[in-house]
């Protein structure tokens, strides 16, 4: 790709480098719909050429602004590999795709066929960004199938699938690979609540940001212990993470007892991979977030809950007393740490999805 080309793909993102300010250029970048709209028609118009009489799709309000991060969007990849092989991207496209990021202007105004909303952000009146709790519905009266993390009667609202984010993260396959099995998951799982490694640090926090102020308290609280480890923007005292594990997180966690790894807000059902991360890398997490965390899918034995705003000096103790104890430590992350009924629960994610995909294209894009 010629940088002329790339230059053209990319607009949105160069003009507003001409603001000096960061916080009024991001807004600029989320919110601008003219700005949008004038990107999304110079890539429609690089594109047009190729569609002739072919289906297409395109991705708005999503984190998409050039070329490869259309062609590589999940959806549009699910799609042309299992139901239409010479799918095109345009901009005014049969199938829309939307995210949380900006105005719903372009959802509301879209006149594609098939509507596809999906979140892994907290898009509830929690959310840490305001403008996404405008998504805090999640678009169920506007599209034709909604994926996000709230758990609502499926039943009911035949076109939501809950679908939170660490799926994605961690089950790779469930949904665009059409030989993956229910044995697939269980691998998953088996290897998650097997995972040991030798551990020769106490204890990591991975994050850039604190907006909601509770890995702040976490920080302040548990490394009165020990050393806490950061190696993102947030507490900065390590930099291992990029060094030496070329910014793999699993593999940097393996080192620690414990990944410290609340949500970044808490809301009912909005559960990210920060939990499954620690599990997998064989860490005990000290998490915060919904207290339900996933039902009897995971265990809560295996992890330790910090209560933002509240005296949570037993934890700390229990902490260190785990930290001390090798054999302590040991009892505690030997448990099952994910049960096996998630097979059920993911395979029917994949089933629903799937099965209204194919659907919807069978009825409207045939």
Known sequence: MNNKLLLKKNLI???????????????????????????????YNHYKNNIKNKKT????????????????????????NNYINDLEISYNADIDFFGPIGKRYFLENSKAKIKIFYTGECVSKHAINKTWSE??????????????????DEDKYTNYVRFPIWIFYHFHGLLDNKN?????????????????????????????????????????????????????KLFHND????????????EYLKDFKFNICPENTISGGYITEKLFDAFKAGCIPIYNGDENIELDLVNKNALLFFKK???????????????????????FQNQIKIYDSMVEYLWERRTKILNRLEELINERLK
């Open 135 to 152: 998504y805090s519905d999640n678009c169920i009266n506007d599209v034709d199938l909604s994926l996000s993390f709230d758990r609502l």
């Open 57 to 80: 799709f395109f991705s708005k309000n999503n984190w998409d602004v050039n070329e490869k991060d259309f062609t590589n969007n999940y959806f549009y990849k699910l799609i042309k």
């Open 239 to 250: 930099d291992t993470l990029k060094k030496d594990f070329n910014n793999n997180k699993i």
């Open 180 to 232: 993956y099995t229910k044995d697939n998951i269980k691998k998953v799982i088996d290897d998650i609540n097997n995972a040991k490694y030798k551990k020769n640090k106490f204890a990591s926090l991975v994050a850039s940001h604190d907006e909601s102020g509770i890995r702040t308290q976490m920080y302040n609280q548990i490394s009165k212990i020990d050393n806490i480890s950061c190696p993102s």
């Open 13 to 43: 993102e160069y003009l507003v480098w001409l603001v000096p300010i960061k916080s009024i250029r991001n807004k600029i970048r989320i919110n601008s719909i003219y700005l949008k709209d004038l990107g999304y028609r110079i890539n």
């Open 309 to 331: 705003d509240e005296d949570n000096t037993e934890l700390i103790k229990e902490i260190d007393k785990l930290n001390k104890d090798d054999k302590l430590f040991n009892s």
